[in-house]
């Protein structure tokens, strides 16, 4: 079974763009949820989507957005990029709700 | 209130046994993980335990929670150059969705 996929890998975007991030959970699979990584702040919750609604909203501004498709698919955009937005975005898929959480590798975003 | 710790580093021999510690404040939590995090990689689960137990074992891995100190450990038996990485300790509980970190163990492994 294939894992969770996350494309891209690797961004670098100017302050001001906006962005969008890819993830696709394991088969079968019905939650995605999505974690910012950065030094400073460590592993922060965004948001959880299940059968495409959004669940559960971390403490981030209203630039962060996301969405769940059909097929359980998910994006996250954020707009107006800023410099401190730079950090590995992670994506986690589980089965159901409040159940194990898979990781993927992760997009690494720059703003430059 | 949420909260998990858990100490930024630990050095051990190779051969050894690691024990990475960590606790938590939210008593209604329902999984506890153990995330290995290996430079410029995602998150890989190791295991996880449901909070009405106290123990789980899984080939070279321990996890033991006392759920009344609510605190977790992680036990790497023979510890290997391959185990480098940080180590994220973290919980869920079933009101929320939610997964929350602690700030990671970073093992390292002397010769």
């Known amino acids: 079974k294939a894992g969770v996929t996350q494309t891209p890998r690797y961004l670098i975007k100017t302050r001001g763009q906006q962005v969008t991030l890819s993830c696709s959970p394991i088969?079968?699979?019905?939650?995605v949820s999505w974690y910012q990584q950065t030094p400073g702040q460590g592993l922060q919750f965004l948001f959880e989507y299940f059968s495409e609604t959004q669940r559960n909203k971390g403490n981030f501004p209203g630039r962060f957005s996301g969405r769940q498709f059909s097929n359980s698919r998910s994006e996250m955009n954020v707009s107006t990029l800023e410099l401190g937005d730079s950090a590995l975005y992670l994506c986690a898929s589980s089965p159901n709700e409040n159940t194990e959480a898979f990781f993927g590798q992760g997009t690494r975003l720059t703003v430059v | 209130g949420e909260d998990v710790e858990q100490s930024l580093f630990l050095s051990v021999r190779e051969g050894d046994s690691s024990v990475i510690n960590c606790t938590y404040t939210d008593s209604s939590s329902t999984y506890l993980y153990w995330y290995k995090q290996e430079p410029g990689a995602g998150l890989q689960l190791l295991t996880y335990?449901?909070?009405?137990?106290d123990m789980k074992q899984d080939q070279r891995l321990t996890v033991l929670l006392n759920k009344k100190d609510k605190h977790l450990s992680l036990r790497i038996a023979d510890t290997q150059t391959g185990d480098s990485a940080i180590y994220f300790c973290?919980?869920?509980?079933?009101?929320?969705?939610?997964?929350?970190f602690g700030s990671g163990t970073r093992l390292s492994i002397r010769p």
């Open positions: 335990i449901f909070s009405n137990m």
């Open positions: 088969s079968g699979h019905r939650s």
């Open positions: 973290a919980e869920t509980y079933s009101s929320a969705s939610k997964i929350i």
